[in-house]
């Protein structure tokens, strides 16, 4: 199997051609690429030599057409890597004559290609979507991309099935992502699939396949108990951004919020009685607001400051709270070995194994989430935790929220409180 390069012309200037053959078949089709016909040799391409003799006029004029040949080599390569590539991932009935050269070197922007459309994807959900949505979208690129140059090959839309996905999933677990990370990649996979069958593009049948065979393990996610919890808010001697992001974490341990929510309580969002908060939550902003208990461990802060919630910590917030929490962990002594799962890149894609690090050092922004959900699990019915995390992943309990999103407020009140003790 060879590609070569080659002219008919004898001008001065001639097309390029490009020839592949193997066996008895033996392709051609004129490229869109022009050279200077005495400077291809056997199809490679013969850069100008300079001269001793050459002024320094005569020498720069050399180099500038030996840059326009070193460019038009990058082209060549390319154009070579992409016959290459439609090569590999023909169909077994494909012909392979000069129609099928054609295609490739005149596509429609290689419309057929997995990689086009999820541009096309891209470029839709771009104004559509959240952020943070849209940046997990773009790591699909990025992975395929990587996943794309491991196997040697661009893949057609079309190839993309159940055996793409049991090797793609192979290949993922062998750089380590972890299982929730490769269900939601092979998720925005799908998403990407659907989305270019709308459009017309051919694609497998067994799209709701692609995830069936992951179960996500147990996970290691690090919480405070309640007497973890306790200890946190005994602490004596705290000062500054110290004092303030302990109140804040114990607030965060019974609220259930996240730290972007939780930053914007407000007393005025407070009920009448007191008793509840009214949130709405920014990642389900679509839904409606949830009512949040104000537990006696909250009010107790509140007092603490004349009825408001403690100040927040201007430019840069998030990154200075979570900085001071830890330092707050580490004060209240939780400094036993503790396992998790951390991050083993910047891109923040997934790619993660277990590392074992001083509890306060694993302390993250979602602890007060995490710490209500495990401390209130198995004592009080789940969805009562659910209405005040917000969580919305059981089919059983969208359904219900859809209709009502209406909690039973005595018994959730008198439930909580009664699991404290």
Known sequence: MAISFFTYSKKETSPLWVRYREGKIDA?????????????????????????????????????????????QIKMND???????????????????KDFMKAILYPDKNANLLMMHIDNFLTNKKLTVKESSYKLYVQLKRIISDFEQHKGKAYLIKNVDLSFSDEFKSWMKGKGYSITSIKLHLGTLMQVLRFASKRG?????????FREDLKKPKTLNVYLSFDEIEAITKLEGLEGNEAIARD??????????RVSDMFKFNSKDISKDGDWITVQQTKNE?????SVPIMPQVR????????????????????????????????????????????????????????TKP??????????????????????????IMSVTGHLTESSFLLYIDRERLIDKKNLMSQLINATK
Not at 90 to 97: G, P
Not at 201 to 209: G, H, K, L, M, P
Not at 248 to 257: G, K
């Open 79 to 97: 154009l070579q890597r992409t016959i290459q590539n439609a090569l590999n991932n023909r169909d077994s009935n494909d012909v392979i004559d």
């Open 359 to 384: 509890k306060y050092e694993l302390i993250g922004s979602h602890v007060g989430r995490r710490s209500f959900a495990t401390n209130f699990y198995g004592k009080i019915p789940s969805a009562l």
């Open 28 to 72: 051609k089709a004129r490229t869109p690429l022009i050279i200077q016909t005495d400077r291809l040799s056997k199809g490679q391409i013969l850069k100008y030599r300079i001269k001793q003799s050459d002024n320094a006029e005569e020498k720069e004029r050399i180099r500038d057409k030996n840059n326009s040949l070193d460019m038009l």
């Open 300 to 355: 107790e802060i509140l007092n603490k400051y004349n009825g408001e919630f403690p100040p927040t910590f201007g430019v840069n917030a998030y990154h200075r709270y979570l900085k001071a929490i830890k330092k707050v962990c580490k004060r209240a002594g939780l400094d036993e070995e503790t396992k998790t799962l951390a991050s083993m890149t910047k891109e923040d894609d997934g790619i993660s194994k277990i590392v």
């Open 248 to 257: 804040w974490l114990v607030i965060s341990c019974f609220t259930a919020q």
């Open 286 to 290: 679509t839904s409606a607001k949830i």
């Open 201 to 209: 593009a051919t694609v497998t049948n067994n799209i709701d396949s």
